[in-house]
């Protein structure tokens, strides 16, 4: 009966030391997951530090432009919309007029100055669509002492916010360790 008790015993005991163990086992594996999501959690905070400075630039930055640099920086997508746009019209006329063509090539002159007063509608849409995106791009010219003290402003905040980001960056490793 002695030797049933006994064995009894070590068989709760082993049972509650593989318990242990296993709680143990959960809780470093718990503690990888806790500092992965940290981890992440830093890493997003330092992206939108890093974000934030970058908007803060650009806009620094676009200070240090001339008027003409500008105008090809920051037009250049709607630009390109519009090349876009006017290829696609263009082509549209001149598919137009292949269809007409093969079905009445006898009125072959009637569909050319057709045509060419599309075209010529078209081309002046176009101006006018370009025209307005380089209002809408454009600033005052400033002058060459403007642009070297915004080239000087933008230097120097550059600097100070890498220092910022890099003391932040620090502070929040030494709060993770």
């Not at 002695?2 to 082993?14: L, P, R, T």
């Not at 500092?35 to 890093?50: I, M, P, V």
């Amino acid at each position: 009966m002695a030797k049933i008790k006994s064995s009894f015993k070590d068989k709760i005991m082993f049972q509650k030391i593989e318990s242990i163990r296993q709680k143990i086992d959960n809780n470093h594996s718990y503690i990888n997951v806790l500092e992965e999501k940290y981890k992440e959690k830093n890493d997003k905070k330092l992206n939108d530090l890093k974000l934030k400075h970058n908007q803060y630039l650009l806009n620094l930055e676009s200070k240090t432009l001339t008027k003409e640099k500008y105008l090809e920086i920051f037009s250049k997508k709607d630009m390109e919309q519009l090349g876009d746009w006017f290829y696609w019209k263009k082509r549209a006329i001149d598919q137009t007029l292949n269809r007409n063509l093969k079905k009445q090539p006898e009125q072959k002159d009637l569909y050319k100055q057709k045509q060419q007063e599309q075209l010529d509608n078209l081309n002046q849409a176009y101006e006018m669509k370009k025209a307005k995106v380089i209002e809408k791009f454009s600033i005052a010219a400033p002058t060459a002492l403007e642009i070297k003290q915004n080239e000087k402003v933008f230097i120097e905040e550059k600097k100070r916010l890498d220092e910022e980001y890099k003391i932040y960056e620090e502070t929040l490793k030494k709060r993770s360790s």
